[in-house]
């Protein structure tokens, strides 16, 4: 046998890679041992292709089912993606690697692979390798590279699974990169006179795919070099009818001119071991492009993306603007694409840096860039350039008119520097890079915008990955997730990042981890020698260009608490009105300073905030620095109040509410409308809290935090819930207010009850109960024993839990607080159902029913329908038990509370398993798992595992 193709993308050091996993051909994964892994049913194996498609990618639950079932999913499909998941663990689990490669994400899962241990990312490299020999001119080596790239394939990309969603459009690109690839070694087979030997192949692969026309151009000479010219000519025909009856046109100019030089007998192609040519007349070929970005990894989609742009069925056409702020690679995502394509476009490649943002006092002139660079490259000599630049223009559309040229126009300032560069022939593909989105050549000369975003967290690990090594990587995981999240992913810094730790091989990667955390975002660890590399300069460049208005806003932005900010929050940080603040906004996202996420809605990453923070402390004043946060902390402060008593009417704040004369406020219609803002705003919200303490504003730390415990509740965010509340301890204890201490107290206990650490919870709530000693709150010690009998409940213990329901009744209507009677008597309920004592549940769950009904509150009637429906399975009488859970399950849904809505199910299914109807219980069972699971409950594990048992 020949050597294994994995071998040319191996360290021969590293030894065999560990395991083996296939998708070009049928898919399999196989042991070190040798030993083909089975991996399941046919929808447990699609699964593990769709990770293997894309490794390294995070895929949410809900991406996985419509990528399964195609928008047909069954009502379980969640739990089956588990249940695949936990299946594929074991089976891909071996002695010599038994850590599973399918991590769980927050959301999700992805595949974790080593890129030697894939087969098409091994073809991937080996293309690469190829390409870079033959652009050096190295043919044999490139034929190698090719040879075993080709190697490597079994037959069609996934085959035997059905061909839809990502697994048909990578099927579809590793197909067309093949067939590229076969056109190239056949293209060197010729160049050595291997004419003979190509033609069986060549027809082989001509009936495979008849409409591609290189192939048939291959064949041709092929034959015509073996003195076979009559089968050259007919061969030509046998293409001319099958192009014109099955698509209506004719062969293309380059094929047309190729048969007029076999009919004419033409002497090169009759000599054996002739180059093929490529034209009848010589004309000098273009190679401008830079050398390829050896770090470039991932934007897996913006590459597919301009190829959707930029190629179509009949070659290259069409013009791609891509935009993004400093640093985000821009040029390395063009240049990776350029590279990747270059079969696209045989008349060759032109490549101008236009300096429109750079240390040159002055952007690139179209008239210079044209007299310097494009022209001379066209093959004009000096002395045959016109004088005149409109002359110039011209001579450059008219060599570039019949051409299919690739022309990078790099770094580009405005629209006006760019239009008189664009070639002559819409067959020429046009990749523009700027900071600015240039809307008017968008508009007026049709180009696509493609915006380059910063890569995703998978992404940014590869690139990390690929400079340090996946061993001194995998020794050190925790210091790599710090260096992504202090370079904030963008490409440069992370560039930087690695270089530095390239250079020092000895050192642990956490040192330089530190060395970033100096500063926020770290400006001062990713300086450099070299003005194009040096973060801080780069940054200078785009903020030089600014008005007034929009660099002062971008200096403010920095004093934002997050990255992320609304319209009305920025008007806020800006005391101006929103429409007057729109400009600025509209300067900054033009610049790609800022980027406008969605309507209203913006983002500036943290190493441009970082920047920002610099700039503000230069130029502007402490007192005004103070001012602006004020404004902001007051702004949230206010906007969540608001949705906090429409989530929880019953919910009293602590203090007054802030002045807001400077604030524009949202307005919601309704506690759907009021949740929907909280979601967008959360992370702002979390980040509003610790920004206060930090800078000495303590009395909104408190307030937030105690304002924030129905919204963070109702959408079961506990771990939020549990630090917030810790640091408002701190800080209401620092500022002796008793009462905010003890709320502050219950709801950290609340948090640790939802995480089911009781001993916590408990300890929490006895702190609370001491700190009620000094002031008189009935209502508030009334909550804090509810919580204690909930944490006995939860525990196992109802009957030590019922003597603190029945104190929370006691001290509720004795200061006539009806919510928390009602709350109390539920409980109360709840406590005698545990212990069997149905009847009297029942009797004290009607109570609180219709005390929740008259105070209006929603949540308590859910909470109630469910204590009773529990009381009548109690009693045997599944129908009424049933009728009650869904009572309650259509509360919970109207509120937006789906940790509730997932107890109920998980009971209402407990329900019908006791009638014998299992199928509909695994189905409640079901949707409560997809619930736990999305929240990342205690309880998805227990459930997963019941499901699978009454599976």
């Given amino acids: 046998m020949g050597a294994d193709p994995y071998d040319r993308v191996m360290d021969p050091a590293a030894g065999p890679p560990a395991m083996r996993y296939q998708v070009l051909g049928p898919v399999e994964v196989w042991s070190s041992a040798g030993e083909r892994l089975a991996l399941g049913p046919p929808m447990q194996m699609r699964l593990l292709a769709v990770l293997m498609s894309q490794p390294g990618t995070a895929w949410s639950i809900d991406q996985l089912v419509d990528e399964l079932w ?41 595949l ?27 043919c044999s080596d490139a034929l190698r590279a090719f040879e075993a790239a080709l190697a490597l394939w079994r037959g069609e990309p996934f085959a035997g699974l059905p061909g839809r969603g990502v697994l048909l459009s990578v099927r579809a690109r590793l197909e067309e990169q093949r067939s590229s690839l076969l056109e190239e070694v056949a293209d060197l087979h010729l160049r050595a006179g291997r004419h003979n030997e190509l033609i069986e192949p060549l027809r082989a692969q001509i009936d495979g795919d008849p409409l591609r026309e290189r192939p048939w151009g291959q064949l041709m000479v092929a034959l015509a070099r073996a003195g076979r010219r009559a089968d050259a000519l007919a061969t030509y025909r046998r293409l001319h009818r099958q192009l014109s009856d099955e698509v209506g046109v004719e062969p293309g100019p380059d094929l047309q001119q190729l048969h007029t030089r076999i009919l004419r007998a033409d002497r090169e192609l009759s000599t054996a071991g002739a180059r093929t040519p490529e034209k009848p007349t010589p004309r000098i070929v273009p190679r401008q492009l830079p050398a390829p970005p050896t770090l470039f990894t991932g934007r897996t989609r913006e590459l597919a993306r301009l190829t959707t742009l930029l190629l179509d069925d009949s070659g290259p056409a ?10 985000v690679g821009k040029t390395w995502l063009a240049l990776r694409w350029a590279h990747d394509s270059l079969h696209h476009f045989p008349d060759g490649q032109l490549h101008v840096d236009l300096g429109g943002f750079g240390t040159a006092t002055e952007e690139a002139a179209p008239s210079t ?35 299919r040229l690739l022309v990078l126009l790099d770094n580009a300032r405005d629209a006006e520097q760019v239009r008189p560069l664009l070639p002559g022939s819409a067959r020429c593909g046009v990749i523009v890079t700027s900071r600015h989105t240039l809307p008017g050549l968008v508009a007026a000369e049709g180009a696509h915008p493609v915006a380059l975003d910063l890569p995703s967290t998978a992404e940014a690990r590869q690139l990390l990955v690929r400079r340090l090594g996946a061993q001194r990587a995998a020794a050190q995981p925790a210091a790599v997730d710090e260096l992504i999240t202090r370079t904030a992913r963008l490409p440069l810094a992370l560039s930087i990042v690695a270089a530095r730790a390239a250079a020092r091989p000895t050192f642990p990667l956490q040192a330089i981890a530190d060395d970033l955390a100096v500063s926020r975002g770290g400006l001062a660890a990713l300086a450099t020698d070299d003005a194009a590399t040096d973060l801080r300069t780069v940054l200078s460049w785009s903020y030089r260009l600014l008005s007034a208005d929009a660099a002062r806003l971008f200096r403010q932005l920095s004093l934002h608490p997050a990255g992320e900010i609304s319209a009305a929050a920025a008007a806020t940080l800006a005391g101006a009105p929103p429409h007057l603040i729109r400009p600025a906004l509209d300067e900054l996202t033009l610049a790609n ?61 602590l203090d007054p509410m802030p002045r807001t004369a400077e604030t524009a406020q949202p307005v919601f219609a309704d506690h759907r409308s009021a949740l929907a803002w ?79 650490r009781y001993e916590a919870a ?9 700190r009620y000693d000094t002031i008189v709150d009935r209502p508030g010690q009334a909550s804090i024993h509810l919580q204690l009998a909930w944490v006995y409940d939860i525990e196992g213990n109802p009957r030590e839990a019922l003597p603190h329901a029945e104190a929370a009744l006691a001290l509720s209507s004795s200061s006539d607080d009806k919510r928390g009677t009602a709350a109390a008597l539920n409980a109360i309920g709840w406590g005698h159902a545990r212990l069997d004592e149905h009847v009297r549940a029942i009797s004290y769950c009607e109570r609180a029913l219709a005390l ?61 398993r006791a009638v014998g109807d299992h199928d509909t219980s695994r189905d409640l069972w079901g949707q409560a798992l997809a619930i736990f699971d999305r929240l990342g409950h205690p309880q998805a594990e227990e459930l997963s595992e019941r499901l699978a048992t009454a599976r």
């Fill in 70 to 110: 195609q928008g047909r999913p069954p009502k379980t499909a969640a739990g089956n993606v588990k249940t695949y998941v936990w299946a594929l663990r074991r089976a891909l689990r071996t002695p010599d690697v038994p850590d599973p490669a399918i991590l769980a994400e927050a959301t999700g899962y992805r």
């Fill in 112 to 138: 974790v692979l080593d890129a030697q241990t894939l087969d098409s990312a091994a073809f991937d490299d080996l293309t690469q390798r190829g390409y870079h020999a033959l652009r050096q001119d190295l």
């Fill in 318 to 327: 069409g013009t791609v603007v891509v935009t993004g702020t400093g640093g």
């Fill in 369 to 403: 860039v044209v007299v310097r660079s494009l022209l001379p490259a066209l093959g004009v000599k000096p002395l045959e350039i016109p004088a005149e630049p409109a002359a110039q223009f011209a001579l450059y559309r008219s060599l570039t008119a019949d051409r």
């Fill in 593 to 653: 300073l800022l980027a406008e996420q969605s309507p209203n809605r913006f983002r500036c990453h943290d190493l441009l905030r970082a920047y920002g923070e610099e700039l503000t402390d230069a130029h502007d004043s402490a007192a005004e620095r103070r001012s602006v946060r004020k404004r902001v902390l007051d702004h949230y402060l206010c906007a969540t109040r608001a949705a906090a008593r429409l989530v929880d009417p019953g919910h009293q704040p």
């Fill in 678 to 756: 909280f979601t967008v705003e959360q992370r702002v919200l979390l980040a509003a809290v610790d920004d206060a303490v930090a800078h000495g504003f303590d009395a909104h730390a408190v307030q937030f935090a105690q304002t924030l415990t129905p919204l963070l509740s109702r959408l079961s965010q506990w771990h939020d819930l549990a630090a917030v509340q810790a640091i408002a301890v701190t800080v209401a204890r620092r500022r002796s207010v008793p009462r905010a201490e003890a709320l502050a107290h219950r709801d950290l206990a609340l948090a640790h009850l939802q995480l089911r």
């Fill in 762 to 770: 408990r300890r929490h709530l006895r702190d609370a109960l001491a």
């Fill in 852 to 912: 929740h009904a008259e105070v209006q509150n929603r949540v308590g009637e859910a909470h109630t329908w469910d204590s009773l429906g529990f009381a009548h399975q109690g009693l045997g009488a599944h129908p009424t038990a049933a009728a009650c859970y869904r009572r309650a399950l259509a509360l919970y849904s109207d509120a937006q509370d789906q940790c509730g809505r997932a107890e109920t199910l998980v009971r209402l299914g407990d329900s019908h």
